[in-house]
């Protein structure tokens, strides 16, 4: 049976302790899940969370990290600090670091090239506005994406990297694709993988779906077959929306 990758992006939300109640809550409900399930606090909570997690089924994710390993760069956590913690896996390149903080793919592979180096499972995300897909612009902008965000990783550390397809109208919208939108888009990006790695590299690829997935979207989406799994914001924050994403074929 295929074991899906359902990840939830905290974003900035919870304090310490609400993160650590989540956290343990999540760990006593998924004790027997057979998915691969990982969490991302805000930093402020990583070291907590770590505490709690350590030695369970769930790993443990951050949200974003800095291009640098160390240096003068106020304000940024480098991939050292993270593997410090336990972290285990980095989000990188989400819309909303694309869109409001102006992150580009050359950074975004910078910093994918160093979360590999130091042994760190990034997730890349990709996806289109609404206004590329409108204009028939989707398969340049995520073929752009996966392309630069790749450069330079070789095959064998492209087994550890997970994409994500998270078209940027459907992020925190209540709007899903459908999922036969979504596969044909996961589909287009094994295509892209095909043509870099060849084809078994491209069909072995995790590639989550994200954008306002939910208990009752997420047995359809994961029914689909280039749909490996799930990045999800929203219904991430309370175990009882994000419990029965993870269990959705039970
Ligand atoms: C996300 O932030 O990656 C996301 C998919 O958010 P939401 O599930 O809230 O749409």
């Given amino acids: 049976m295929k074991q899906f990758y359902i990840a939830g992006n905290w974003k900035m939300h919870k304090t310490v302790a609400e993160s650590v109640a989540l956290a343990r809550d999540l760990v006593s409900k998924l004790g027997s899940t057979r998915q691969k399930v990982m969490i991302a606090p805000a930093f402020t909570a990583l070291a907590s969370v770590a505490e709690v997690v350590k030695g369970t089924q769930l790993r443990l994710g951050a949200q974003n990290m800095g291009p640098e390993e160390q240096g003068a760069h106020t304000g940024e956590v480098s991939v050292l600090m993270l593997k410090d913690l336990g972290v285990q896996t980095v989000i990188l390149g989400h819309s909303e670091r694309r869109h409001s903080y102006r992150e580009d793919d050359a950074l975004i592979n910078k910093k994918l090239l160093l979360a590999l180096k130091h042994g760190l499972e990034p997730i890349l995300c990709v996806g289109e506005t609404l206004e590329e897909r409108e204009a028939g ?43 036969q939108d979504a596969d044909a888009v996961h589909l287009y990006i094994r295509k892209v993988l095909g043509g870099l790695y060849g084809e078994a590299a491209a069909k072995a690829m995790v590639i989550q779906y994200g954008g306002s997935v939910k208990a009752d979207n997420a047995a359809e989406l994961m029914g689909m077959p280039n749909i490996d799994g799930a990045l999800v914001g929203g219904a991430s924050l309370k175990p009882e929306t994000f419990v029965p994403i993870v269990d959705f074929s039970a």
């Fill in 137 to 179: 612009k989707l398969e340049s902008v995520i073929g752009t994406q996966v392309r630069d965000g790749l450069k330079g990783v070789d095959a064998a550390a492209l087994a550890r990297v997970i994409i994500a397809y998270e078209p940027v109208w459907a992020i925190g919208t209540g709007k899903t694709a459908t999922p």
